[in-house]
């Protein structure tokens, strides 16, 4: 009999490894991919080289862990058992707050201290960065009025200042005394008269009082309704600074619906083998109210993903002209002709545009304006000639600089690309991202003197163009 059980575990053993590698090998069933984002590796393949040097055994190891059977519903039930049994999760940027509430960990830890320390420890040095980041918004906004372009901030509210009591406790952010981006950048805002929304009070004070949820329990943006609701006061306060009448919104008789993009994307990030329990989302249809006499301009958006919900929810090609969402000033969205910003040619781009809106929340501000800001103010200044001559006088500075001669002899080399072509990537890059270190007229608190004088009948040729 005990010979028998021992036959039993065997060949029952033998059969799971062999139904594994038959999974590993040549699948034959087939799993929701799991969410997130994961680097696809291809197949390793068997040289002498990589046999030789052993590398090839750290790949094939790298190549299973992400492919082997059944991989999809396993991972799935073994984060639903530390859900379940330990209210713990598998992903280190959720964490789970009170009466199961999850949210994002960087917004845990702003709320607690303050996300300066993935930046730096020196406070002062963070006070410099929010200084320039604010002048030059100022400068950029002074500027573009000349061209009646509209520029303003919509800062939007996170859950970690909305929901404080629903939030974990805190275990591991030690560091209060931090300097916060939202405290500074609201503060100078005032202090140099910039344009902005600041929607952080708006949901506090109403938070108890709507009968819709400001934020779903388990996603980390504003709810789709309440974003929708924002923007339509966004686009009221754009008609205010615009001073001109633009189309408006309908919103319609809330509903409950199945989850809508984004309203879960914490708990999708999960990976749960079953749905977590939660209150039903409520959903509205948002219409464009019609118009006649209302404008349509050419609106465009630079910020994080908050800006997401209102894509998803609100018909912006029935209420702009063009709309395109430069998402951190890296893709765009919303215009079939690029998608990259490092494509687009930003003298055009600017006189082409009527309202631009910085939306960022308390979390992504330490980013503000994802470096949009320094290259629009050189534009602004300075034409494409002063920049090309500037850029050509650090490559000279650098070719008579030994160390750094050798420096970029050598990536010329190592990279099989011409030592002028890496010293002119470079140098327009710090152009862009540095433009006061270089050009005298941009630093300090004063407005520049300088002009591009190309912009204004660039910008008289494309409004042209529009009519």
């Not at 901030?153 to 275990?171: A, E, F, G, H, W």
């Not at 004070?205 to 974003?227: C, E, M």
Request: with cysteine; charged share 25%; hydrophobic share 35%.
């Amino acid at each position: 009999m005990k010979g028998l059980l021992y036959k039993i575990l065997f060949f029952s053993t033998i059969a799971v490894l062999l139904v594994f590698t038959a999974q590993t090998v040549a699948p034959f069933a087939h799993f929701e991919p799991l969410n997130g984002v994961t680097e696809e590796l291809e197949k390793p393949e068997l040289t002498f080289r990589n046999y030789a040097n052993g590398s090839l055994q750290n790949y094939i190891d790298a190549y299973l862990r992400e492919h082997f059977g059944f991989r999809e519903p396993l991972i799935r039930y073994y984060n639903q058992f530390l859900m379940s049994c330990f209210h713990e999760t598998n992903n280190e940027n959720v964490l789970i707050g009170k009466d199961g509430w999850l949210f994002g960990q960087r917004y845990v830890r702003n709320y607690y201290e303050s996300l300066m320390y993935e930046y730096t420890d020196d406070t002062a040095k963070m006070r410099e960065v929010f200084e320039t980041e604010a002048l030059r918004l100022w400068k950029v906004q002074e500027l573009l009025k000349e061209y009646d372009i509209h520029i303003f901030v919509n800062i939007t509210p996170s859950k970690d200042v909305v929901y404080p009591d629903y939030l974990p406790k805190n275990r591991t952010y030690l560091r209060p005394d931090g300097l916060h981006a939202y405290d500074y950048y609201k503060k100078r805002f005032d202090e140099l008269g910039i344009q902005y929304i600041d929607w952080v009070p708006v949901f506090q004070k109403i938070r108890d009082s709507v009968d819709y949820q400001l934020f779903p329990k388990l996603g980390t943006h504003w709810s789709n309704i309440a974003s929708a609701y924002a923007f339509d006061s966004i686009i009221r306060y754009m008609e205010v600074i615009g001073n001109q009448n633009l189309v408006n919104l309908d919103i319609g008789e809330r509903f409950q619906s199945e989850t809508r993009e984004p309203d879960n994307d914490l708990e999708l990030l999960l990976n749960l083998a079953s749905p977590i329990k939660s209150p039903p989302n409520q959903y509205a249809e948002v219409r464009v109210i019609r118009d006649t006499t209302a404008s349509k301009p050419y609106f465009t958006v630079v910020g994080d993903s908050f800006y997401w919900n209102i894509v998803y929810n609100v018909p912006l090609w029935e209420t702009f002209r063009k709309y395109p969402y430069w998402y951190y000033n890296h893709t765009i969205h919303g215009d079939e002709n690029y998608k990259y910003t490092l494509d687009v040619d930003p003298e055009k781009e600017l006189m082409r545009t009527d309202y631009i809106m910085l939306t960022y929340g308390p979390a992504s501000l330490y980013e503000f304006s994802s470096c949009f800001l320094p290259r629009t103010l050189l534009h602004l200044c300075y034409d494409k000639a002063a920049i090309d001559s500037t850029a050509t006088e650090m490559i000279k500075g650098w070719k008579s600089d030994p160390e750094k001669f050798e420096y970029y002899e050598k990536v010329s080399k190592t990279s099989q690309t011409s030592m002028d072509q890496i010293m002119r990537k470079d140098a327009m890059y710090l152009l862009r991202m540095h433009p006061e270190d270089y050009f005298d007229d941009l630093k300090g608190a004063k407005l520049p003197a300088s002009r591009n004088s190309n912009l204004k009948t660039l910008r008289k040729e494309l409004s042209a163009g529009q009519s």
